[in-house]
C-alpha cells in the first residue's frame, strides 16, 4: 500500500536560518509527488509539485524539492526562512493513473522564532 | 486567481442530522474530490467525480456519503446521518485534468454533537 512518512512533527527554525522538511514514500512506482501548506485557518496551498524531468523542482515562496528515486524521498528546502514560512507543511503522492487519490503525510508543523 | 470556494466555513450538527457541504470548484476545471482531515490525523481521500459519476472512492465513503454536481458550478457532500465521528475538516479540490495538480478550498469544519 502506499504511504508519506514525514518523520519530524514539529520543526524549529530561527528566521533567517535554511529549512528542509524530510518526506520518504513507499509506492511501487514513482508516483507524482506534491508538497502543499496549510497556514492557520486556510486551506491547502500548493507549493509545488513533481511529475516527471528535472528532479530538482522549484516551488513558490522560495521553496523547492528534490525527488530522490534511490531514497524514495521528495525533501523540502528553503534557504533562509521567513516569520510567514510558520505553517503545517503535507507531502503528498499519488499514483500516475489517477493522479488526485493523494496520499498525505502526517505533516510537519513549522515553527519560526524570531 | 481562480479559487476552490467552501461553504459554511464551520458547521455544528446534531448526530443522527443529515448535512450538506457545498463547494465551487474552479471553474474550467472537470476533476473534483472531497478529502477529509480528522483532527490530529491525516489528510484522506473520500471521492473523486468525473462526467457527472464517482470514478473513485475509498473506504470511509460508504452508503451515508454521497456526492452530486446539482448545477453547473457547484459540488456537494452530504452525509445522510451523521455520527460523531464524521467530525473533521472536509476539503474540497478540483483539477483541469485527472493527473495535474489538484486546488484545494479552504476546508469546512463540521462538528458533530
Known amino acids: 500500500a502506499q504511504s508519506v512518512t514525514q518523520p519530524d512533527i514539529h520543526i524549529t527554525v530561527s528566521e533567517g536560518a535554511s529549512l528542509e522538511l524530510r518526506c520518504n514514500y513507499s509506492y511501487g512506482a514513482t508516483p507524482y509527488l506534491f508538497w502543499y501548506v496549510q497556514s492557520p485557518g486556510q486551506g491547502l496551498q500548493l507549493l509545488l509539485k513533481?511529475?516527471?524531468?528535472?528532479?530538482l523542482v522549484q516551488g513558490i515562496k522560495g521553496f523547492e524539492a528534490e525527488f530522490k528515486r534511490s531514497q524514495s524521498s521528495f525533501n523540502l528546502r528553503k534557504p533562509s526562512v521567513h516569520w510567514s514560512d510558520a505553517a503545517e507543511y503535507f507531502c503528498a503522492v499519488g499514483p500516475k493513473e489517477y493522479g488526485n487519490k493523494l496520499v498525505f503525510g502526517a505533516g510537519t508543523i513549522l515553527r519560526v522564532k524570531s | 486567481e481562480p479559487e476552490v470556494t467552501q461553504t459554511p466555513s464551520h458547521q455544528v450538527t446534531q448526530m443522527g442530522q443529515e448535512v450538506i457541504l457545498r463547494c465551487v470548484p474552479i471553474?474550467?476545471?472537470?476533476?473534483f474530490y472531497w478529502y477529509r482531515q480528522i483532527l490530529g490525523q491525516k489528510v484522506e481521500f473520500l471521492v473523486s467525480f468525473y462526467n457527472n459519476e464517482i470514478s473513485e472512492k475509498s473506504e470511509i465513503f460508504d452508503d451515508q456519503f454521497s456526492v452530486e454536481r446539482p448545477d453547473g458550478s457547484n459540488f456537494t457532500l452530504k452525509i445522510r446521518s451523521t455520527k460523531l465521528e464524521d467530525s473533521a475538516m472536509y476539503f474540497c479540490a478540483s483539477s483541469s485534468q485527472e493527473n495535474t495538480e489538484a486546488f484545494f478550498g479552504q476546508g469546512t469544519r463540521l462538528t458533530v454533537v
Open positions: 471553474s474550467n476545471h472537470l476533476y
Open positions: 513533481y511529475f516527471s524531468g528535472d528532479t
